[in-house]
């Protein structure tokens, strides 16, 4: 499962994202990032054998949003989408709504290309309301 930065994160949920489908019970697919580590609720990512999470990580910490929630996000709001692989320079990522109006972002990965668009869209849609 790939997911967001935690810096991003706080910047898509300064603007206003919210997951689709989000109950505010803890999964095992879930990440977080807690004192500058990152953890699923199966356990810490690298550095720690732990089984589980403890329970200070999905209470305190940010929750990390994963690409399919923010594709989720994007069907369920009626938006389309395109990713384009460049070799050598990275993505880019375009969301685009009804009328073909494009949001675009780039970036060296995929979880960067992804939030560059999202934050456009997020920024154009709370200008609109």
């Known amino acids: 499962m790939v997911?967001?930065?935690?810096?991003?994160?706080?910047?898509?949920?300064?603007?206003?994202?919210?997951?689709?489908?989000?109950?505010?019970?803890?999964?095992?697919?879930q990440f977080y990032s807690h004192?500058?580590?990152?953890?699923?609720h199966g356990g810490q990512i690298?550095?720690?054998e732990l089984l589980l999470a403890p329970q200070e990580v999905y209470n305190q910490g940010v929750k990390l949003f994963t690409i399919d929630e923010i594709f989720d996000w994007i069907h369920v709001n009626g938006y389309g989408m395109r990713?384009?692989?460049?070799?050598?320079?990275?993505?880019?990522?375009?969301?685009?709504?009804?009328?073909?109006?494009?949001?675009?972002?780039?970036?060296?990965?995929l979880t960067k290309a992804i939030f560059n668009t999202?934050?456009?869209?997020l920024i154009k849609r709370n200008e609109k309301r």
Do not use: C, H, Q
Request: hydrophobic content about 30%; aromatic content about 14%; overall charge negative.
């Open 46 to 48: 690298t550095g720690s």
């Open 118 to 121: 999202m934050e456009k869209l």
């Open 83 to 109: 990713l384009v692989k460049n070799i050598g320079s990275g993505f880019k990522f375009i969301v685009f709504d009804e009328d073909g109006i494009e949001y675009k972002g780039t970036g060296g990965t």
């Open 35 to 40: 004192k500058d580590e990152e953890w699923s």
């Open 3 to 29: 997911y967001l930065e935690k810096e991003d994160v706080l910047r898509l949920k300064e603007l206003g994202f919210r997951p689709p489908y989000e109950t505010g019970e803890v999964y095992a697919y």
